[in-house]
């Protein structure tokens, strides 16, 4: 919905709700009000989240967006929306603020709210960030597994940035397992697979490794 177009529709509601004398008018015009500012805080504050991964200057903005639209999304019962802002509060703590205790519970949330309401990509986020919160406490294992099933969500919806992403966090994995021959054969799809769908960044982070 356009900025114009949303405005007219909280006209009308107001109109309704006023002039027509209908009160769930105006609770009509809240709900979709929320749904826009949820949408848009999420999305301002993945811009932030963005801008920190280039300089690595943390935006005190950054968090209050994502618990922001997380009340919204579930003040208005949007299970979906609520699982994608709770990644990113957990992906705040662990990435920003280097803290994966304090992330691991939005990451976990999310994970089960992203399964129940049949959203694979934000589960592959979530359950991949679950997957470096196991690594970072020793549990290589458990963190590998979480990381492969975040790539097998990432082939089923065709996301192949982010199938290439997770293979080269695997590879990664196999290189502190002293596994050279997976290492070597994971870095080998993670460039081809980035290659073939133009993710150059990934491209990047490809090389940078085989150095």
């Known amino acids: 919905m356009t900025t114009n177009s949303l405005a007219e529709r909280a ?81 705040y703590h662990q990435v920003v603020r280097d803290g994966d205790e304090a992330g691991v519970p939005f990451l976990e949330r999310s994970y089960e709210l992203a399964t129940a309401s049949g959203d694979d990509l934000t589960r592959s986020y979530a359950v991949r960030h679950l997957g470096f919160a196991d690594l970072a406490k020793g549990d290589r294992a458990s963190g590998r597994r979480k990381l492969e099933e975040s790539v097998e969500l990432r082939r089923k919806i065709g996301f192949q940035a982010g199938v290439a992403a997770g293979l080269l966090a695997l590879a990664q994995v196999a290189a502190e397992s002293g596994d050279r021959d997976a290492e070597l054969a994971l870095l080998d799809e993670a460039e081809k697979t980035a290659r073939d769908c133009g993710a150059h960044g990934i491209l990047q982070w490809v090389e940078r490794s085989r150095t």
Do not use: M, N, S
């Open 11 to 91: 006209k009308e509601l107001y109109e309704q709700a006023v002039f027509g004398g209908d009160p769930e008018a105006l609770t009509q015009a809240d709900r979709e009000l929320d749904a826009v500012e949820a949408d848009l805080a999420l999305a301002r504050g993945r811009v932030l989240h963005a801008r920190f991964l280039q300089d690595r200057q943390e935006d005190p903005r950054e968090l209050p967006l994502f618990e922001q639209a997380a009340e919204l999304y579930r003040r208005l019962g949007d299970a979906r929306g609520e699982a994608e802002a709770l990644f990113w509060i957990g992906c």
